[in-house]
C-alpha cells in the first residue's frame, strides 16, 4: 500500500508565498520522480513541475522563474516554493509519484489535493 500526502496549501495574498510538502509512503521499491499537477474550476490538469530521482527538473512556462521544486530522495518527499503568487495560480495542487512496487512497472500515485487560494 502507498500513500501520498500533502499539505501547505492555503489563501496568500498576490505576491505571497508558499511552500507545498509531499510525502510518499509504503511499500515503496523506488520512485522515478514526483512532482505537482494543479488543476482549477472547469480546466484539465496541468503540470506544474516535476523531478526525478537523479534531480531532473521541468517546470511548466507560467511558473518559470517562480517555483522551485526539490526532492529528499531518503525521505520520499518533495516540496514546491512557490513565490510571486498570482491570482492565476489559484487551484488545487496535486502531488504525483512515480512508483514502483511489487510491480515490475512505475505508477502514478496521487495525493489528495490541497487548495491554494491567491486573492486579495
Known amino acids: 500500500q502507498v500513500q501520498v500526502v500533502e499539505s501547505g496549501g492555503g489563501l496568500v495574498q498576490p505576491g505571497g508565498s508558499l511552500r507545498l510538502s509531499c510525502a510518499a509512503s509504503?511499500?515503496?521499491?523506488?520512485?522515478?520522480?514526483m512532482g505537482w499537477y494543479r488543476q482549477a474550476p472547469g480546466n484539465e490538469r496541468e503540470l506544474v513541475a516535476v523531478?526525478?530521482?537523479?534531480?531532473?527538473?521541468n517546470y511548466a512556462d507560467f511558473v518559470k522563474g517562480r517555483f522551485t521544486i526539490s526532492r529528499d530522495n531518503a525521505k520520499n518527499t518533495v516540496d514546491l516554493q512557490m513565490n510571486n503568487l498570482k491570482p492565476e495560480d489559484t487551484a488545487v495542487y496535486y502531488c504525483?509519484?512515480?512508483?514502483?512496487?511489487?510491480?515490475?512497472?512505475?505508477?502514478?500515485?496521487w495525493g489528495q489535493g490541497t487548495q491554494v487560494t491567491v486573492s486579495s
Open positions: 504525483n509519484a512515480k512508483i514502483r512496487t511489487r510491480l515490475l512497472r512505475y505508477d502514478d500515485y
Open positions: 509504503g511499500s515503496i521499491f523506488s520512485i522515478y520522480s
Open positions: 523531478i526525478t530521482s537523479g534531480g531532473s527538473t
